[in-house]
Every structure is written in structure tokens, then in C-alpha cells.
């Protein structure tokens, strides 16, 4: 009964975990982790920078990818670097082309080459131009 317990709060978040259908186990790749990711302003028109730290966390010679996904339509990322070895830094550039002002969730995806995915879910806030800075 107390084991139950404790393993029942010792859970990852779901997007995290990944389950093997065949084997009933269930795993997620601790090599490495993204520490620091914030939330971002960014006028209707205009773009800005998120620095992101891939550190190592238990030594690995894994390559870990990068990429995004949940962009509003009138948005855009790009990565500095898209892949590295842990730890490396790549600086994601988010550029807004006329977007509807508002707060938008966005994901970093982050997969080492055997590892599962790992999701760090941020907000973009778009707000108006400032019309002093529009000459």
C-alpha cells in the first residue's frame, strides 16, 4: 500500500513520459533539460529573442534536435542552432508579421536521437505598436 503511494506522486508531466505499447514501460530521457524558458512580448510587427541553454544533465553522446510548434499563423521561430551535443546554447528568434494582438502558448520541442520528446510550453504576448517608435 505505501509503495502505491509513493509512486503515485512521483509521476512526470504527461508530456514528458513516453509509453511503449509492447512492454508496458514507461520512460523519459533525464540526459538533459532547458532550464529558464520565459514568457515573451513582442509588438504586432516586430520580433524577439529567447536564449536557450540545452544543458547536460547525465553524460551523453546523443545529439538533441530542436524545433516549434503551436505558432500562431502570422508568427515564425527560428532556431541559431537546431541540434546539439548538451550542453550547447541556441537562441530561438520569433518574428510577428502583423498578428492579432493577444497571448498565445507556444512549445518548445526538444528530442534527444533515442530519447522521447520533451515539451516547454511559454506565452507570446502580442501587443500594439508603440506609435511614439513608429516614425
Do not use: H
Not at 509513493?6 to 511503449?20: D, V
Amino acid at each position: 500500500m505505501l509503495t502505491i503511494l509513493i509512486l503515485a506522486g512521483c509521476q512526470k508531466k504527461e508530456s514528458q513520459i513516453i509509453s511503449n505499447n509492447d512492454s508496458k514501460e514507461t520512460r523519459w530521457d533525464s540526459t538533459y533539460f532547458i532550464p529558464g524558458i520565459t514568457d515573451r512580448k513582442v509588438p504586432t510587427v516586430g520580433n524577439t529573442s529567447l536564449v536557450l541553454d540545452v544543458t547536460q544533465n547525465i553524460v551523453t553522446d546523443k545529439r538533441v534536435f530542436l524545433s516549434v510548434k503551436d505558432f500562431p499563423e502570422k508568427m515564425k521561430g527560428s532556431f541559431s542552432t537546431v541540434s546539439g551535443y548538451p550542453t550547447f546554447r541556441s537562441y530561438l528568434t520569433i518574428s510577428a508579421m502583423f498578428q492579432e494582438k493577444g497571448t498565445y502558448p507556444v512549445k518548445i520541442v526538444a528530442k534527444s536521437e533515442d530519447g522521447p520528446e520533451k515539451e516547454y510550453t511559454f506565452d507570446i504576448t502580442v501587443q500594439d505598436i508603440d506609435k511614439k517608435n513608429c516614425n
